[in-house]
């Protein structure tokens, strides 16, 4: 892991401290270079827990690499009788990928996928783009927040755009 | 106001690419049904819409954004070939069988008394050490790094590879001949093998770089595509791979030694002057095998005891639902069904299992040389008109690559 280049004592810097470490973290992996043996120790590695199953493991481990670009490999590994080791193929080559990629699910529901988690956007109808709502939300807070200087004048104002927030919220922590 | 247009407007998006989803039970028919479109990648964004109420109890209707593709891994034993839809799960997911020889079996069971009976150190020396793990791990960490990055200026399905021999690839597969639809998708697995082969390979491969975009695409090697043949031999069955074994191995040699004639049962009687005479009582309508001579046979030749049932369930009902043979009512014995194949064979990519090479019929796409440089000549076109200031440069990294 690559430390930091950055100091700083408040929240700010403590962000851009992470941010930097990441990108860092980034190009670092792209500078170093991937050699042949390296793929090689990696297959043999894998092979030691499973010695027979050469042509599988490298089917998932090609497979499971494959969900970094954009052309996956989706695949279903079935046996013609039960206890022939599909579940071990399939945790151990899984297991050697960064966890923060791997979801292992026992079961899942038909529509359980169109409901995970995400964050709340509003899409551009004439280019298709998308754009996160928190942080407009967070600029009509911070307008309420100014009209409060004259509370008597604005008071009908700020109850509704306060109500309107609120509701919003809800909404969404309901959804997700 | 501002807010309540903001919120009539609002969707959630739901980011799944670079998602490894493992589903270590079979999945619910429904599931696979609902993710066709997505795992087909029809499209980068998806909609679903969906009712939901809000907090003063009025019904209405959401949406959800689903951004990019999440890569699915199923297991499962159980039959699913009758399902409705099966045809177009299968042709999405690719099979993977682990082996289960004897050698196999013998081995796996020396590992698991390894792992039950070793003390952490015993198994770190006799098996894999923790160390060796550690830096696999980093590997593949490093790895997946490179792999985002690389596909960070791609779109959808874009493979962002070079591959110089894909008309000779093409040509090995239908060898010029009808293979039906199922050649589309070996040639897209073929492809899809081969292009994530070169890119996790990268850094010692050649590559084409666009000097404006900084994008860049590994050329794919012989060595690429024999590693992906490797993995074709399996992956490129329309069947689940043992039952096509079975199909060309039992199956079909055993149905090509009955008789042409139809199956009948006789009785010999005295004719009014007193000569024998065979009449037919009854006479089977097809020719085909019973279940239970099946059996039989998969036992003497496959050397794999099976009840009648087994043979039923594991070979010849998902072979009938995928319409390889067909079934009838004996006439004979009602309770059996006569088994006869549609089909000579089942499509193979191989002529020899042992060997993944494909057979180049038509010299004039035998990957060699010229064709190779015939592949460039669009990017050597486009850099002359472009002048000096090209907009794509070759770089070698040193590997030997044809």
Not at chain 1, 138 to 161: F, M, R, V
């Amino acid at each position: 892991m690559v430390t930091s280049y950055i100091t700083g004592d408040n929240n700010d810097n403590e962000d851009i401290q992470k941010t930097a470490t990441v990108e860092e973290d980034e190009s670092l992996a792209t500078e170093i270079k991937i050699t042949n043996e390296d793929l090689k120790f990696v297959i043999d590695t894998m092979k030691k827990e499973a010695p027979s199953d050469l042509v599988s493991i490298k089917q998932l481990l090609y497979g499971m690499a494959s969900a970094f670009t954009k052309c996956p490999i989706h695949h279903s590994v079935n046996s013609r009788k039960t206890g022939a080791g599909k579940t071990h193929d399939l945790t151990l080559v899984s297991s050697y990928f960064p966890k923060k990629y791997v979801i292992v699910l026992a079961g899942m529901s038909d529509k359980a996928l169109f409901h995970r988690h995400g964050i709340n956007v509003i899409v551009d109808e004439n280019t298709g783009n998308t754009m996160p709502v928190q942080p407009i939300i967070e600029d009509l807070k911070s307008k309420i927040e100014n009209l409060q200087g004259d509370k008597k004048k604005n008071k009908k104002e700020i109850e509704k755009y306060q109500y309107e927030i609120e509701e919003l919220n809800a909404k969404s922590q309901k959804v997700n | 106001m501002k807010l309540k247009n903001l919120m009539q407007s609002l969707k959630k998006l739901i980011e799944l690419d670079n998602k490894i989803f493992l589903f270590l039970d079979t999945a619910q028919e429904g599931l696979f049904n609902t993710l066709m479109s997505m795992i087909s990648q029809d499209s980068n964004d998806q909609l679903y819409e969906f009712s939901d109420k809000s907090n003063t109890g009025k019904i209405g209707s959401k949406i959800n954004r689903l951004r990019g593709t999440p890569t699915i891994f199923n297991t499962q034993v159980i039959d699913d070939t009758r399902q409705v839809r099966y045809q177009e799960k299968n042709r999405r997911l690719i099979h993977v069988i682990p082996n289960t020889s004897t050698e196999k079996i013998h081995s796996a069971m020396g590992l698991i008394g390894q792992r039950y009976g070793l003390v952490d150190e015993e198994y770190g020396i006799q098996v894999v050490s923790g160390a060796d793990k550690e830096r696999a791990k980093e590997i593949v960490s490093i790895m997946t790094d490179k792999l985002i990055d690389h596909s960070k200026l791609l779109g959808p399905k874009e493979s962002g590879v070079k591959i110089s021999f894909t008309k000779s690839i093409a040509h090995g597969i239908h060898k010029g001949g009808d293979i039906g639809e199922w050649g589309m998708t070996v040639m897209d697995r073929v492809m899809r093998y081969l292009t994530i082969i070169t890119k996790v390979n990268m850094d010692s491969r050649p590559r084409i770089i666009d000097t404006k975009t900084g994008k860049f695409y590994p050329i794919s090697t012989f060595e690429d595509l024999r590693e992906a043949l490797d993995l074709m031999g399996m992956a490129s069955s329309m069947l689940r791979p043992y039952v096509a074994h079975w199909y060309n191995t039992v199956f079909l040699p055993t149905f090509k030694e009955l008789p042409d004639e139809h199956h009948k049962v006789t009785k010999e009687i005295k004719g009014l002057e007193s000569e024998k005479q065979q009449i037919t009582i009854m006479q089977e309508t097809e020719i085909g095998l019973t279940s239970k001579e099946l059996a039989q046979k998969t036992y003497e030749i496959m050397n794999i005891p099976i009840s009648v049932d087994g043979v039923r369930k594991q070979y010849l009902y998902p072979l009938s639902n995928m319409g390889v043979i067909n079934m009838t009512r004996s006439v004979i014995n009602r309770s059996e069904n006569l088994y006869s194949p549609v089909e000579d064979s089942v499509f193979s990519l191989f002529d020899d299992d042992g060997d993944s090479r494909l057979k180049i019929c038509d010299f004039r796409l035998y990957p060699n040389k010229r064709i190779i440089e015939e592949e460039y000549r669009t990017i050597v076109k486009h850099d002359a008109k472009e002048g000096v200031e090209k907009f794509s440069k070759i770089q070698d990294t040193g590997h030997r690559w044809y």
